[in-house]
C-alpha cells in the first residue's frame, strides 16, 4: 500500500518540502521517537515516502548523504553515528517498498540498493537498464561469476584491491582476462558516467566467457605469494566491472 499526496509542483515548494521532511525525519530520530511495529505518531514513513517520491517523481536530483548530513547538523541536539545509520537505513527500507510497489523484480532492487545509491533517480535509472536486460544469457553468466569473485575475495580477508601486475600473469586464462579487462573497463567506466547503463550491462556481458574460462583453469589462491596477491588483484577489479551499475551477485536469475 502506497501513500498518496499531491508533489509539490514548483522549485521553491519542491525545496520547501524536502527540507520539511528531512528535518522532521532527523528531528524525531535524533529524539529516540522513531516508529517501532506499526506505530508511527509522527508519520515518519509518509515523510520518507514523501523524500522518494519528490526525487523520482519530479526528477529532482540531491545526493541523499549530504542531504541527511546537513538536516543532522542543524539540529539542536546531538545524532550519534549509529541513528544516523539507522536514519539512512529507514529511508532505504521506504525505498526498497515504493520500487517493489512499481513493479521493479526483488532481487534487481537488491542489486542497485546493494550500492547504498545517493542519488534517488539515478537508482531507478540504473534499475530500469538493469530489468531490460534481465533474461540474457550473458547477465545471468556474470550473475554467477559476480558471486564466485565476491566470495573468493571475502575469504582472502581484504586482498584484491592492488594494481595488476602484468609480469605475473602466467596462465593463458589470466592473460586473456586481463588483456579483456583491459579493453572492457575503460568503455564501462565512460557509459556509466554518461548514464549509459544498459550498454554498461551488456559491455561487461563481453567479460563472462572469458571468466568462466578463468574460474575452470586458473587457482587463484594460488600458493605464491606474489601470484595470489596478482590474481586477486584481478579479480578485485573484474568485481568492480560486475558492480558499476548494480551488484549483479545479488540477482536471482
Do not use: W
Not at 520500487?99 to 547504498?116: N, T, Y
Not at 550491462?201 to 587457482?219: H, I
Amino acid at each position: 500500500h502506497q501513500i498518496r499526496f499531491r508533489l509539490p509542483s514548483t522549485p521553491a515548494g519542491t525545496a520547501l518540502a524536502l527540507a520539511d521532511r528531512l528535518d522532521t525525519l532527523a528531528g524525531i530520530f535524533a529524539i529516540g521517537a522513531q516508529p517501532t511495529g506499526d506505530k508511527d505518531p509522527f508519520g515518519l514513513r509518509r515523510a520518507a515516502l514523501g523524500v522518494i517520491r519528490i526525487a523520482v517523481e519530479r526528477g529532482v536530483e540531491f545526493d541523499l548523504d549530504a542531504l541527511l548530513s546537513l538536516a543532522r547538523e542543524q539540529l539542536p541536539l546531538r545524532m550519534d553515528d549509529a541513528v544516523a545509520a539507522d536514519l539512512r537505513q529507514f529511508i532505504t527500507d521506504r525505498l526498497r517498498g515504493y520500487l517493489a510497489g512499481r513493479g521493479f523484480r526483488g532481487d534487481s532492487i537488491e542489486a542497485v540498493l546493494a550500492l547504498a545509491p545517493r542519488s534517488l533517480p539515478d537508482a531507478v535509472r540504473r534499475l530500469e537498464a538493469l530489468e531490460s536486460v534481465r533474461g540474457h544469457p550473458d547477465l545471468d553468466q556474470l550473475a554467477a561469476m559476480d558471486k564466485r569473485t565476491r566470495n573468493i575475495l571475502a575469504k582472502a580477508g581484504g586482498e584484491g584491491r592492488g594494481a595488476i601486475d602484468d609480469a605475473l600473469l602466467i596462465d593463458p586464462a589470466e592473460k586473456a582476462l586481463a588483456q579483456a579487462l583491459a579493453r572492457v573497463g575503460p568503455d564501462l567506466q565512460r557509459q556509466v558516467a554518461q548514464g549509459a547503463y544498459a550498454a554498461a550491462l551488456n559491455r561487461a556481458g563481453d567479460l563472462a566467457p572469458l571468466l568462466t574460462v578463468f574460474f575452470d583453469e586458473v587457482l587463484v589462491m594460488a600458493e605464491e605469494n606474489e601470484l595470489r596477491r596478482n590474481r586477486l588483484a584481478l579479480v578485485g577489479a573484474i568485481r568492480s566491472c560486475l558492480t558499476a551499475v548494480a551488484d549483479l551477485a545479488h540477482l536471482q536469475g
